[in-house]
């Protein structure tokens, strides 16, 4: 008894059948992975030796889920079901030893077993539903019956990754044995079971949890209203309720029904499409294809950040987390103590919330010192990330001091966020260690780094830049030198439109509202009402020419003096406000234009296809390496919602052609800001998608 097929082995230990998969890198369900548990079962059946068996898995972790390179096409070999039914309906007592992960896929074939032990740094969970979909295989009966409805509920929706102890808790495992002794360990819990006489305890037949939550229809419905916020506009989380919901109140063969139905549902549709070409989208974004992966590293030991604002702040929370040292210089003693004080209060909100432990606080705060003194402080950092002013004249003045006080080979980095980095640069004696970090705010939230090469940076400063984004839990994306960036840039070309549509008829909440029911986390006005309407304009350089600077003179900045473009009451919650229409409609009469009734669709086509065509061009320029980093851009740093793919995935859902005859039509109308990107015209012409480029 060994080798079953080239990712399987069979072995007995004593009277113990011991399953072995070894397909890296994370044993996800493939055909040959398939074959191998349905083959090996079937012979540890068949032989009379074995009383009880052990599945383990090789490598890092357990089954990590499904091959999702398999998804939409001809399945291959025995199907996932057949394979758990050999599992379940074995004579003889299964217990899936786990550790690293046991997740999606892979749990679902955990709970076929009769028993489950797990090493204590394992976890588990279905996190179908950051993919648009739900667990197809089982996972929606079955785990309501190991955990109680309320904790499916909560596992199922969030795709949360539950740790060895809690699943021991809530008898998701049985089990906890000793780490690095789990082959040893699940043996021995095999014997335990066979010498108490134990019982195959398939959890299809555990009904006990959910006709506990049969007849309370309000354990559903709470849930629902308590999540409606965070489930906005996603298909996934109501479908994986629906499914527990079948859970209780059908039969186990009924509710398998239930949820393959839903199941195929969700995989056909265009949400989960999305969701899962942004999977796919984020790890692509790490290629660069002209920085070799065996590219040299530079260590990053020690970091120096140059401001404590709310942005140099939340950077050196970054680097705390990941337990790298940070020192943060600032010009002004009183500046410095604001700074570390708002970094303790962040920290110690996140440990009331049970985010982190007081210990953690502590841990991290002593890891962020501050300083006066560039020179003192900076000899010795391995990257100095520079958080000041949007001024040329301010950051080429301390690029210039940071050439000579920084050591030769630390990275010199601007956090600028569409400054010519080219030109920051050419200040110092080392472009080639100079690189754009740009960070979005709060830096210690958002995902997204938008890292930029200039002309000269290395490839050795750009590939360490990509490592470390990860190391502290960024998603990273590489683009070029040009004003805005990716990011910012597209974001003009919306934002210049949502101005225009209210000087021709449409109201702010008109569009905040089409945005929002687009699936943004709120619209323009209401995103500039929330940063501050103030932000860059200046008294005494206003001189009422625009909507904003009559806004300000009126002290009506936004949410935090109680009105902007909208009126807030108490809880800053928003209502149109007469007195920004007033002032609106004065401008139109004042422009000589006559408003008009402006259509929900020609709001969003005037909004979303303007940034489809920014994206093409930053494409034709070569400032973006493909399509799907533009959209990687949008949906960590600028609230796109993931179940639309991003502006370059959503043109393709629209159609090429459809965007350019729209900017063709909207050019004739209004003018060349509307002018198709040339490769836009060439993309159509020859029957080409966005995700070609």
Request: with cysteine; aromatic share 6%; hydrophobic share 40%.
């Amino acid at each position: 008894m060994a080798e079953i097929n080239t990712v399987t082995d069979l072995t007995l230990d004593g009277d113990v059948a011991v399953i072995t998969l070894n397909s890296p890198p994370v044993n996800a369900l493939s055909a040959k992975v398939r074959e191998g548990l349905y083959e090996a079962f079937k012979a540890a059946n068949a032989n009379d030796a074995a009383k009880a068996i052990v599945l383990i898995c090789e490598g890092r972790t357990f089954i990590a889920g499904a091959d999702i390179t398999e998804f939409g096409g001809a399945m291959a070999g025995p199907g996932l079901p057949e394979v758990q039914d050999q599992i379940e309906s074995s004579p003889k007592p299964v217990v899936a030893a786990i550790h690293g992960t046991a997740l999606g896929g892979g749990l679902e074939v955990a709970l076929c077993a009769h028993y489950r032990v797990a090493v204590p740094s394992a976890r588990l969970g279905l996190p179908e539903v950051a993919l648009g979909l739900l667990p197809g295989a089982g996972g929606t009966q079955r785990l309501p019956r190991v955990v109680g409805v309320e904790r499916a509920l909560e596992m199922m929706t969030s795709g949360r990754h539950v740790p060895a102890k809690e699943a021991l808790a809530g008898g998701l495992v049985d089990e906890l044995v000793e780490e690095g002794k789990l082959k040893d360990g699940a043996i021995a819990f095999a014997r335990k079971v066979l010498a108490e006489g134990r019982p195959l305890r398939k959890i299809r037949d555990q009904n006990e949890k959910v006709e506990a939550a049969r007849g309370k229809p309000e354990i559903f419905a709470d849930f629902r209203k308590a999540n409606a916020r965070k489930f906005r506009g996603f298909l996934a989380p109501e479908y994986n309720i629906r499914c527990i919901e079948a859970a209780v109140n059908q039969p186990f063969e009924e509710g398998l029904a239930t949820e393959r139905k839903l199941f195929l549902e969700l995989m056909s549709g265009s949400q989960s499409a999305a969701q899962r070409y942004s999977f796919f989208a984020e790890r692509t974004a790490q290629k660069i294809p002209d920085v070799p992966d065996d590219t040299a590293l530079i260590p990053i030991k020690k970091v120096g950040i140059i401001g404590a604002g709310t942005m140099g702040g939340g950077i050196a929370m970054n680097f705390a987390n990941a337990g790298i040292p940070v020192v943060i210089v600032e010009v002004k003693q009183d500046a410095l103590d604001r700074g570390l004080a708002t970094i303790r209060k962040n920290y110690e909100r996140t440990a009331s919330r049970g985010g982190i432990t007081a210990e953690q606080v502590e841990q991290r705060c002593a890891l962020i010192s501050g300083s006066l003194s560039m020179e003192d402080s900076f000899k010795d950092v391995d990257l100095v990330i520079e958080a000041v002013f949007e001024r040329m004249d301010i950051k080429k003045d301390i690029f210039t001091k940071l050439d000579a006080i920084c050591k030769p080979g630390a990275i010199l980095a601007t956090n600028t966020s569409g400054l010519d980095i080219d030109e920051i640069a050419s200040v110092t004696k080392r472009p080639e260690s100079v690189i754009g970090l740009h960070f979005f705010s709060p830096a210690n939230v958002m995902k997204l780094l938008e890292i930029v090469r200039a002309d000269h940076t290395s490839k050795e400063v750009i590939a360490t830049s990509m490592k470390l984004a990860k190391q502290i839990g960024k998603v990273a994306v590489l683009v070029g030198v040009c004003p805005g960036f990716v990011g910012n840039r597209i974001l003009g070309a919306r934002q210049r439109e949502a101005q225009k549509l209210v000087l021709e008829g449409a109201m702010p909440w008109d569009v905040d509202r089409v945005l929002y029911d687009f699936g943004f986390p709120m619209g323009p006005f209401a995103m500039s009402d929330l940063a501050g309407l103030d932000i860059g304009w200046v008294k005494e350089k206003s001189k009422g020419e625009s909507i904003r600077d009559v806004l300000c003179e009126m002290d009506r900045r936004g949410q935090k003096t109680g009105a902007g473009y909208y009126d807030y009451d108490e809880n800053r919650t928003a209502k149109p406000s007469p007195v920004t229409e007033k002032i609106i409609n004065d401008f139109i009469v004042k422009s000589g234009a006559n408003p008009r009734k402006i259509s929900d669709e020609e709001i969003l086509e005037r909004c979303i296809f303007p940034m489809i065509n920014e994206g093409v061009k930053i494409l034709e320029e070569g400032k973006a390496i493909r399509a799907s980093d533009v959209d990687v851009v949008w949906q960590n740093g600028y609230g796109w919602p993931v179940y639309r793919g991003g502006p370059m995935w959503y043109g393709d859902q629209v159609g090429p052609e459809k965007v350019l005859a729209k900017m063709k039509e909207f050019q004739a109308t209004m003018g060349d800001q509307f002018k198709p990107a040339a490769l836009l015209e060439k993309l159509v012409a020859e029957n080409k998608k966005f995700a070609d480029l």
